[in-house]
């Protein structure tokens, strides 16, 4: 069975900083590329970021370049997104997925002071 679970997410005051994890089992990890994708309160979804199978090559939306980092340990079959600078815009619940389809269940992410 896929199983895709992230954890990580929590409350931080503007300008703090997160690492979000996805621990995945049930396929191969290290043969799918990964993303992270978000929903914010009353929105539809939003691409992060993606990953290629091995972390050389990342794609992040134009939002989130030079404040977030995505990378994975296919010896863990974990793939991360450090989140700094964060701003009030960035409260959603976030989501990771491979590129086969499946999702996790999220984890909420809330940027407030």
């Known amino acids: 069975e896929v199983q895709l679970a992230e954890s990580g997410g929590g409350l931080v005051q503007p300008g703090g900083s997160l690492r979000l994890s996805c621990a995945t089992s049930g396929f191969t990890f290290d043969d799918y590329g990964m993303h992270w994708v978000r929903q914010a309160p009353g929105k539809g979804l939003e691409w992060v970021s993606h990953?290629?199978?091995?972390?050389?090559?990342?794609y992040y939306a134009e939002s989130m370049k030079g404040r977030f980092t995505i990378s994975r340990d296919n010896a863990k079959n974990t793939l991360y997104l450090q989140m700094n600078s964060l701003k009030s815009e960035d409260t959603a619940v976030y989501y990771c997925?491979?590129?086969?389809?499946?999702w996790g269940q999220g984890t909420q992410v809330t940027v407030s002071s």
């Open positions: 997925a491979n590129s086969g389809g499946y």
């Open positions: 990953i290629n199978w091995n972390g050389d090559i990342t």
